[in-house]
């Protein structure tokens, strides 16, 4: 298995190159994902948090009202650590089931493990390589309030409150630029993926 960890910030074109990545038959697991599954009606993690953080924080078909518990811990940070404390190891476990099937799977798989919060989460999975979709901050700024209908100042808030693109380029094998076109972008991934053959051909 050769397993990738791709990041970018918000609006920088990271779905776009996963997505890419995964039509040309790479295996992708999505951290995102993960965390809504870590919590779904009937888990430990959701059970945990109905006892840490209230009840009613459970809807009536059993889910978790996302929006209630997000307003009971942003802006606290104690409470914050607490969620992360029951959220963080459910979304690691599924992780390794995935990682272990894939392989399973294929031993040969390429994995790309797709997480926004590469650089703050300080992950132990050790990647082969790590891949960062980098766009200027008012590229994606724009996108925002193009494709997501923010205001300006909405925007410049999502994009502020993350870690810094110097930050995630720190941590970059590859960097793909999604400041051009879609086609630029795709023709990047490509290229990527034609390179991430070979790395995995000499790995295996």
């Known amino acids: 298995m050769y397993l990738i960890g791709l990041t970018g910030g918000i609006a920088s074109g990271k779905s776009t190159v996963a997505k890419r990545l995964a039509e040309h038959g790479a295996v992708h697991i999505d951290a995102d994902q993960l965390a809504r599954e870590a919590v779904e009606p009937g888990t430990d993690a959701l059970q945990q948090i109905s006892?840490?953080?209230?009840?009613?924080?459970?809807?009536?078909?059993g889910s978790l009202d996302r929006p209630a518990l997000g307003a009971i811990v942003f802006g606290h940070p104690e409470r914050l650590q607490k969620l992360n404390a029951i959220v963080h190891p459910a979304v690691a476990q599924l992780t390794r089931d995935y990682l272990a099937q894939a392989e399973a799977h294929d031993p040969n798989a390429i994995v790309v493990y797709d997480?926004?919060?590469l650089v703050e989460a300080k992950l132990p999975h050790r990647f082969n390589l790590i891949v960062v979709v980098h766009a200027?901050?008012?590229?994606?700024?724009?996108?925002?309030?193009?494709?997501?209908?923010?205001?300006?100042?909405?925007?410049?808030?999502?994009?502020g409150s993350q870690v810094s693109e110097a930050e995630r380029l720190a941590i970059a094998d590859v960097v793909i630029d999604s400041d051009g076109t879609l086609a630029e972008t795709l023709g990047q991934t490509d290229a990527l993926w034609a390179r991430l053959v070979d790395l995995a051909t000499v790995a295996g």
Do not use: C, H, W, Y
């Open 51 to 61: 006892d840490e953080f209230g009840a009613q924080l459970i809807q009536p078909d």
């Open 136 to 159: 200027a901050d008012e590229t994606r700024i724009e996108r925002l309030i193009r494709f997501r209908n923010l205001t300006r100042s909405e925007a410049q808030k999502r994009v």
């Open 115 to 117: 997480v926004p919060l």
